[in-house]
């Protein structure tokens, strides 16, 4: 009866201590995927947020540099600027966070609206093929992340 009790006790405090997942995509490294095309992304990959979306055009990397194209759409029902809607986009290789060079640089657009930009990373190093994890930060929510497999 004790042995019992011990487990129903310490699933308890388990399941209590347990947090939601994040929502987290993995793209390009299944067989039937078919999303990346060399060092290019073949096709778009979004992410919904309470008061944008987040779609990435294309991920392209050259020699030591990675160029990423995404579209966000503003969902609020005010003007914002892509840094009001986001607080941080981040791209790391394995554990190393890589170097953004040239941000992209938003101006303010209303509801329903959508803009494109180009963010630059710098000195890149990899091998035949990468594991990019990208970290999407909203300034209203939890961020996503996920994976994206090159090469």
Not at 27 to 33: A, L, P, R
Not at 41 to 51: C, G, N
Not at 72 to 91: P, Q, V
Request: charged residues 20%; glycine residues 4%.
């Amino acid at each position: 009866m004790k042995k019992i009790l011990f487990l129903l006790i310490t699933a308890s405090v388990f399941l209590v201590g347990c947090q939601p997942i994040e929502e987290w995509k993995t793209i390009g490294e299944q067989t039937d995927s078919q999303s990346t095309n060399g060092n290019q992304l073949s096709e778009t990959v979004s992410l919904a947020f309470q008061k944008s979306s987040f779609t990435f055009q294309s991920v392209i990397l050259k020699e030591k540099q990675l160029i990423v194209s995404i579209d966000w759409e503003n969902e609020d029902d005010k003007a914002l600027s892509f840094s009001e809607c986001y607080a941080s986009f981040s791209a790391y290789i394995d554990d190393e966070q890589l170097v953004l060079t040239a941000p992209g640089t938003s101006e303010k657009i209303a509801p329903g609206e959508s803009q494109q930009l180009n963010f630059t990373f710098e000195n890149v190093q990899h091998d035949q093929s990468i594991r990019l994890l990208f970290e999407i930060e909203p300034t209203s929510e939890q961020a996503k992340h996920f994976d994206i497999f090159l090469g």
